[in-house]
């Protein structure tokens, strides 16, 4: 089996939610062994997010489908950096990994005694990647930060939503993808940079200037013209008609961007609907643009009778931009995915076999960056971290357990009844926040969940 490119590399990722373990992931598929640190006290919050299976089951915080997605193919340990001794431990950590990766405010790796300048004394070619909302340094360095506010505060927000309404966020608080393909990226630049100069680094990474070049063209409209742009809905400012249309069916949409033309004569045939070609209103791109309210009543006239698949293939084959809008069941079902392996099966001591997205999307001709496993259960890997690097015996272990710095389960102050009935919400809360359920039986099999 061919290696892959990062073997033998360890990261030690104290990141948590969406950009920094989605990066870890990364690196994880391209061949690191990446091992996941949380504390007794202090899980990731993703834990208690979205549960895959919502039945009431012992263990929920091994059944959230943001944390099974997102930490994929890592191990687990916890660790309490709170008390003197999880430092000492985390250090001789540090001191046999490559990657240090962490998503704190500023201040809290340096309260721990974890700041780069106090780990590169344990290991001086560490390389050290701090991804933080605003940045190691600046006047807004200490303030904390999510998605949701970096969005707007990196004008993406300013440029969403519909003409004359006010500005909406994305749904997906877009900074941290985004963020987490430029972390692996800083990464791998490093290690490269190591390579060849036996010399680590600190990468500091703000996710609010990560989102900068999804501006880039209204930045440079604003320093040549002088204007400011303004919120198109699902307009374009150069293609027309583009919008988002209401298929056949309940909830079905399809969305149409036409450039030029030719484009336009092409989508006039296919549709049947020559007359429209005809039109002198709609005779070249500015009288579309001109008329796109008109345009929009009549192409919605006819993709209300059309099945969105269809339609998409139909206006494919005429040469025509377009695409369905698909919901997760439809993505998972989807035989491109299903022919590009962009999912792979993989099997959850707790939750059976289940679909996880590849992270690093991109095929390689001479290895396979795929998930390397499930999602960890907490803890699960502190026998053989602790004992296997760092040389403790098994009364030591008690001893720590003992003492919370390490620990078999989360110490939660949450009463099992809660818990209980925050697994008694409607599943069809669950459906709207995006959960990856225990499957259909009737769509297990073409998942590939069972024989």
């Known amino acids: 089996m061919t290696s892959l490119p990062l073997e033998g590399i360890r990261v030690l990722d104290l990141t948590q939610v969406y950009a920094g373990p989605a990066c870890t992931r990364i690196l994880a598929e391209l061949g690191a062994e990446v091992i996941k640190v949380e504390g007794p006290l202090r899980l990731d919050i993703t834990r208690i997010l979205i549960f895959t299976d919502n039945e009431g089951l012992d263990m929920p915080h091994e059944r959230a489908c943001y944390f099974s997605v997102?930490?994929?193919?890592?191990k687990s340990i916890t660790l309490e950096l709170n008390h003197p001794k999880g430092v000492e431990m985390a250090r001789g950590l540090i001191a046999q990994s490559d990657v240090l990766a962490e998503a704190f405010s500023p201040r809290v790796m340096k309260n721990f005694g974890l700041d780069y300048e106090s780990v590169r004394q344990v290991k001086p070619d560490i390389i050290m990647l701090s991804m933080s909302g605003y940045g190691q340094e600046g006047p807004y360095a200490d303030y904390g930060a999510y998605g949701m506010g970096l969005e707007p505060a990196s004008g993406i927000s300013e440029i969403t939503g519909y003409r004359g309404g006010p500005p909406i966020r994305s749904g997906l608080s877009f900074t941290d993808p985004v963020t987490a393909f430029l972390g692996a990226g800083a990464v791998l630049m490093a290690l490269r940079h190591r390579q060849r100069t036996g010399q680590g680094q600190y990468i500091d990474l703000s996710e609010h200037e990560g989102a900068i070049p999804l501006i880039a063209a209204h930045l440079m409209d604003y320093v040549m013209n002088g204007r400011i742009a303004g919120r198109l809905g699902n307009r374009s400012p150069w293609a027309a008609p583009q919008g988002c249309y209401r298929c056949r069916g309940d909830d079905r949409w399809l969305v149409i961007s036409i450039q030029d033309d030719e484009e336009w004569s092409a989508f006039c045939r296919a549709v049947d609907h020559p007359e429209w070609e005809e039109d002198e209103r709609f005779a070249d791109v500015l009288g579309r643009h001109e008329h796109h309210d008109e345009l929009d009543e009549l192409i919605e006239e006819w993709t209300r009778e059309q099945d969105h698949l269809e339609a998409f293939h139909l206006l494919q084959r005429a040469g025509v931009k377009a695409g369905p809008v698909f919901d997760g069941k439809d993505i998972l079902l989807d035989p491109h995915f299903k022919e590009r392996h962009h999912f792979d099966i993989v099997?959850?001591?707790?939750?059976?076999?289940?679909?996880?997205?590849?992270?690093?999307?991109?095929?390689?001709?001479?290895?396979?960056?795929?998930?390397?496993?499930?999602?960890?259960l907490f803890g699960q890997h502190n026998k053989e971290v602790f004992q296997g690097l760092l040389g403790l015996s098994d009364e030591e272990l008690a001893e720590l357990e003992q003492e919370n710095v390490i620990g078999p389960g989360p110490i939660t102050e949450i009463p099992p009844e809660l818990w209980s009935e925050f697994l008694k919400l409607p599943f069809e809360q669950f459906l709207e926040m995006g959960a990856l359920r225990a499957i259909e039986p009737d769509y297990k099999q073409q998942l590939g969940l069972e024989d």
């Open 70 to 74: 997102r930490n994929a193919g890592k």
């Open 347 to 376: 099997e959850h001591p707790l939750l059976g076999r289940r679909p996880i997205n590849r992270q690093l999307v991109a095929n390689f001709d001479r290895f396979e960056a795929s998930v390397p496993g499930p999602a960890p």
